[in-house]
């Protein structure tokens, strides 16, 4: 049993930067592939990056790429996401999620959190 929670959203410009964190809780969260998504209003919760439980290995939606990064520290049960050069169309709530899979399908993904909002104006 994992339980996360997000934190660093906020109201940002358009161009801006924001780290989000996600602090899990329990023993295995240095075991699990962690993700990051977003819901923006009237849309389905999206894929935006993930981590495998190692650090080893990252993977980006192509919407992201270049933009975002995603890291952990296992030490501290904490999973990030830095976001550069922050968009409107990234406004969302944005929400990890932890899965013993290598996936992008959210349905795949066992624990979440609450989520955080960001909001980028132009």
């Known amino acids: 049993q994992v339980q996360l929670v997000e934190s660093g959203g906020g109201l940002v410009q358009a161009g801006d930067s924001l780290r989000l964190s996600c602090a899990g809780s329990g023993r295995t969260f240095s075991s699990y592939n962690m993700g990051w998504f977003r819901q923006a209003p009237g849309k389905e919760r999206e894929f935006v990056a993930r981590?495998?439980?190692?650090?080893?290995?990252?993977y980006y939606a192509d919407s992201v790429k270049g933009r975002f990064t995603i890291s952990r520290d296992n030490a501290e049960n904490t999973v990030f996401l830095q976001m550069n050069s922050l968009k409107p169309e990234d406004t969302a709530v944005y929400y990890c999620?932890?899965?013993?899979?290598?996936?992008?399908?959210?349905?795949?993904?066992?624990?979440w959190g609450q989520g955080t909002q960001v909001t980028v104006s132009s």
């Open positions: 999620a932890a899965t013993n899979r290598i996936t992008t399908i959210r349905s795949l993904y066992d624990y």
């Open positions: 981590i495998l439980w190692s650090g080893s290995n990252t």
